[in-house]
Nanobody
Framework: VQLQASGGGSVETGGSLRLSCTASGFTLNSGSTAWFRQAPGKEREAISCIRPNSGTTYCTGSVKGRFTISRDNAKNTVYLQMNSLTPEDTAVYYC????????????????????WGQGTQVTVSS
C-alpha cells in the first residue's frame, strides 16, 4: 500500500492550496482517511478526517471553515482544499488511511492509521 501526497508549496497569507493524496494497493473509500499536519516542535495534529461512504467531515478543530476534505472514489484520491492560509498553517502535511471504520473519537489519533503518505511541505509567508 502506498499513499502519494502532493500539492504543497509556498504561498502568501490569504492564499490557497489543494493537496492530493492518491492511494495504490488500497481503496480509500473502504476505510477512514485523514489529513494531519506537523509543525516544527509540535505534535502531529489531525485537521480533517472522513469515514467510508460518508461526506461528513471530522477533526476540523482549528481549521474549520477554511479547510475542506473531499474524496474522488473513481481516482482513489483524497483532497484537502486549504483557503485563507496563515503563517500558523505552515507545517508538513500528511495523509493517512486506516482499513477500518473508525469511531469519531478515534479519527484524530495518529496511531489508529496504518498507512501514511510521505508528507508535503506547506509554507505560508506573511
Amino acid at each position: 500500500v502506498q499513499l502519494q501526497a502532493s500539492g504543497g508549496g509556498s504561498v502568501e497569507t490569504g492564499g490557497s492550496l489543494r493537496l492530493s493524496c492518491t492511494a495504490s494497493g488500497f481503496t480509500l473509500n473502504s476505510g477512514s482517511t485523514a489529513w494531519f499536519r506537523q509543525a516544527p516542535g509540535k505534535e502531529r495534529e489531525a485537521i480533517s478526517c472522513i469515514r467510508p461512504n460518508s461526506g461528513t467531515t471530522y477533526c476540523t478543530g482549528s481549521v474549520k471553515g477554511r479547510f475542506t476534505i473531499s474524496r474522488d472514489n473513481a481516482k482513489n484520491t483524497v483532497y484537502l482544499q486549504m483557503n485563507s492560509l496563515t503563517p500558523e498553517d505552515t507545517a508538513v502535511y500528511y495523509c493517512a488511511a486506516a482499513p477500518r471504520y473508525l469511531i469519531v473519537s478515534s479519527l484524530g489519533v495518529p496511531t489508529n492509521y496504518d498507512y501514511w503518505g510521505q508528507g508535503t511541505q506547506v509554507t505560508v509567508s506573511s
